[in-house]
């Protein structure tokens, strides 16, 4: 299916990748990416020549409708694994465990190091958790990704793709086997991602914002919720302010009538 997919993907999208001959043709690695869209997870599986394994959270593989039934089959199609993100420790857990059972395997583990979508199409900082951890536990390159435009084919909450091409930057892997066996220091685990960001910033050319992406969301709908109940304030304080302006005419006028009316 992985083919098949991916072949019909590259016919109508015809995404331009660089760097391709940094993914090594056997033996495991780490491919770090921004994330830009929903079908990051589609165009990157699509253009290399190895499965890769990116672990999804769960509702991808749940979701109703046929959107949902066909997102399933395309996870389960190119071998994604469900992660229940509902509580958040748990969910990091399972990752770092899949992703470390990917790597000794000798396969290509894919993350997303900020954790989610960006809102708004600029770099947010890196999870030290998931990636650093791996990396560390296993010694494996990291290879920085970034994926480009792919926020202009399918924004959040769009059903139907746009037709346009994406672009994907490879870059040259990483080595943080010096570190191996340090996944617990902080310190280091906090080095690792930032440098891992620094490449995928060179390579996107994307803004970065160094705060986490689920912040920013949360702040782009608190600042969204404030704006439509301002909205509505204003709103109603322009219906208060007809309404008065129109009890005042009906007043002055009914007065004025009776005032030139001429006496029997």
Known sequence: MKFSLGGS????????????????????????????????????????????TFVAKAEYFTSPGVKGRLTAAFFKGVGQLPVDRSGARGAAEAAIKAGIEVIESGGLFGIYPE???????????GK?????????????????????DTEKIQPPGKVIPKLMRPGIRIGKPLDFSRYQGMEEDRYILRSVTDEVMYEIMKLSGQEYVDIYAMVAKRQLAEEEKAAKAAAKAAEKADRAEAKAETE???????????KDRPAA
């Open 9 to 52: 993907l590259k016919l109508a999208f015809r995404p331009w990748v660089e760097g391709l001959e940094n993914i090594p043709a056997h033996g495991p690695a780490i491919l770090a990416s921004n994330h830009l869209s929903f079908s990051d997870s589609f165009f990157l599986p699509a253009v290399l020549d190895r499965k890769v």
């Open 115 to 125: 954790g989610t979508r960006s809102p708004d199409g600029r770099l947010y900082r």
């Open 128 to 148: 030290p958790g998931g990636l650093g951890r791996v990396a560390l536990a296993t010694g494996a390159p990291v290879i920085p990704i970034a994926m480009i």
């Open 248 to 258: 005042t005419d009906g007043a002055t006028g009914g007065g004025a009538e009776k």
